[in-house]
T-cell receptor, first 115, second 113 residues
């Protein structure tokens, strides 16, 4: 399995951009990077995913390095409600055909947005 | 549309009793996953269903744990002879074959006394 490494915690000021790094140096060429977050006492929430190109949606932007060994999740204007544990995950195929997947969650990064 | 729902939201049981946890996935999602999360820990994969294929049970911690998915929709996770170490939040997720993003339910908090 391609493992990911994230800092255990980060702080960000409200209104500023939050940049959450993730290393996945053993990622394979066809493995996607997914980001989820978990706000206290809630189920994980899907944020964004990507393969090679940078991606943006209404929640965040995902920047993947050219060698795909690391990525950064960017919350452009963090709010207090963005305080959560953020998980960077590499999608691992469950079968040889590659049509079934599981997501293995690590410890993630606790992002604290301060007023 | 409606998201993933789980019931009950909380379950308190005595050691040695059996419990059943239910998950209703998002309509049209072919894949269904069960995870559990102990206090202060990350998510632990338990079991995975995809369509009519045999489920991937590789994450089940013991033979006291089993799961079924009837009609390709609703799933039930059963824990027999519960132990105190089974206390955790049990999360269900479903996904489609388009982006494979997993959408999670609110979880069931199981407490074994």
């Amino acid at each position: 399995d391609a493992k990911t490494t994230q800092p255990p915690s980060m702080d960000c000021a409200e209104g500023r951009a939050a940049n959450l790094p993730c290393n996945h140096s053993t990622i394979s060429g066809n493995e996607y990077v997914y980001w989820y977050r978990q706000i206290h006492s809630q189920g994980p929430q899907y944020i964004i995913h990507g393969l090679k190109n940078n991606e943006t949606n209404e929640m965040a932007s995902l920047i993947i390095t050219e060698d795909r060994k690391s990525s950064t999740l960017i919350l452009p204007h963090a709010t207090l409600r963005d305080t959560a544990v953020y998980y960077c995950i590499v999608r691992v195929a469950l079968n040889s055909g590659g049509s079934n997947y599981k997501l293995t969650f690590g410890k993630g990064t606790l992002l604290t947005v301060n007023p | 549309g409606a998201g993933v729902s789980q019931s009950p939201s909380n379950k308190v049981t005595e050691k040695g009793k059996d419990v059943e946890l239910r998950c209703d996935p998002i309509s049209g999602h072919t894949a269904l996953y069960w995870y559990r999360q102990s206090l202060g820990q990350g998510l632990e994969f338990l079991i995975y269903f995809q369509g009519n294929s045999a489920p991937d049970k590789s994450g089940l911690p013991s033979d006291r744990f089993s799961a079924e998915r009837t009609g390709g929709s609703v799933s039930t996770l059963t824990i027999q002879r519960t132990q105190q170490e089974d206390s955790a939040v049990y999360l269900c997720a479903s996904s489609n074959r388009v982006d494979f993003a997993q959408y999670f339910g609110p979880g069931t908090r199981l407490t074994v006394l």
